[in-house]
């Protein structure tokens, strides 16, 4: 179980059990549409059910969750600020919070993407979305933020981790499972 006190490690570790999880129970999902696999979509949810189910009863795991303390008015989302200083309403595609307007509340965020996306303005936008989510002086305050390449093969999946804006180290790394 985590706590808004989880240390970095103990969230990494949880991550890694959620991930194992999705390779053991879902392998079919990674092999499925010529070896393309199925929609991100479908695997980012199977993820977040492995983490609502060990996260505990104290945190919401949602998906594409359209609601934001700044953006209650109008279609929902959160207001991120793009690079090009237009602001935008994005859905994150799994949120660890508390479903309160209370953004001392927000835990972790997680942006994906799969090994066959190598759309480059997708990954900024989500690396800019993890930036501004994780300020700890900004609009949504979440500890950290996860931009995972989910691969096809377990052990070539990557990911940086967010705090307080920037990543934690410079290019993703691979996730080590361990055995």
């Not at 209370?102 to 990954?123: A, M, P, S």
């Not at 070539?156 to 934690?168: A, F, H, L, R």
Request: with cysteine; proline share 2%.
């Amino acid at each position: 179980m985590i706590s808004m006190d989880s240390s970095i490690d103990e969230i990494k570790e949880l991550v890694k059990s959620c991930l194992n999880e999705l390779y053991r129970l879902d392998e079919e999902l990674f092999r499925r549409n010529r070896g393309k696999g199925v929609s991100e979509r479908s695997i980012v949810f199977r993820f977040a059910h492995y983490l609502q189910n060990r996260i505990g009863s104290d945190f919401f795991v949602d998906c594409d969750f359209n609601s934001s303390k700044e953006g209650e008015e109008g279609t929902g989302g959160k207001p991120i600020l793009n690079q090009d200083r237009t602001k935008t309403k994005r859905f994150i595609d799994v949120i660890v919070h508390k479903r309160e307007l209370n953004n001392d509340n927000n835990l972790v965020c997680f942006e994906f993407k799969k090994w066959n996306n190598t759309n480059r303005k997708e990954i900024e936008k989500d690396r800019n979305n993890l930036h501004k989510l994780t300020l700890k002086q900004g609009k949504f305050g979440y500890s950290y933020g996860f931009h995972i390449t989910i691969h096809k093969v377990k052990s070539e999946s990557k990911w940086t981790i967010y705090e307080n804006g920037d990543p934690i180290q410079p290019e993703q790394e691979k996730i080590i499972f361990g055995n």
